[in-house]
């Protein structure tokens, strides 16, 4: 593991930083919400390095409300990982995204779950008041592995493990179940 500060040298903005992002919506046309997110992630790729999951159905996880629709996002930027986050909150606060409270339902939810991946390695780990990577919680929630694992299924979580372990772990809990939705 390769511990970063919350920003990064120029010299490494001009390379860039493989990141994942988890997207998920239950308010709305939650599937439309996501479709557009995805296009809204776009401009913060470098040139060609852009991929997404399918679709993803799952019951609100420690909440009550609509069920979710979930994916991820692979991308390659030449942001920090709080500018990355500053422009995820933007593109939510464009979607409507409120905070009532914690696990409140969602017109749009963007995290930052890993961030300068590299092959199978899961990135860098970082512990600041705004951010933490890994995502504290990817690892055990089958919405995020899912979608990840679609994406890259030889990929490990540092200190978790490897994705596709984490998902048939979390997968034996009924409160976990995803389904892969029809676009």
């Not at 979390?170 to 976990?176: E, K, L, S, Y």
């Amino acid at each position: 593991m390769t511990t970063a500060p919350a920003s990064i040298r120029p010299s490494d903005a001009s390379r860039g930083a493989t990141v994942f992002i988890g997207l998920g919506a239950n308010l709305g046309d939650a599937r439309a919400a996501l479709r557009d997110a995805l296009i809204a992630l776009q401009p913060l790729a470098q040139a060609g390095s852009f991929a997404a999951s399918s679709l993803y159905g799952s019951a609100p996880v420690d909440s009550s409300g609509p069920d979710y629709v979930n994916a991820v996002a692979r991308l390659r930027t030449g942001l920090a990982p709080l500018a990355l986050l500053d422009a995820l909150q933007a593109i939510e606060q464009d979607f409507g995204r409120q905070r009532p409270y914690r696990n409140a339902p969602r017109t749009l939810d963007l995290d930052v779950l890993l961030f300068g991946v590299e092959g199978a390695h899961g990135g860098i780990t970082l512990a600041d008041p705004r951010l933490t990577l890994p995502h504290p919680r990817a690892a055990q929630r089958s919405f995020v592995l899912a979608p990840l694992a679609e994406l890259w299924p030889d990929g490990e979580i540092p200190g978790a493990g490897r994705v596709t372990d984490l998902l048939a772990r979390a997968g034996r809990d009924p409160a976990q179940r995803v389904h892969r939705l029809d676009v």
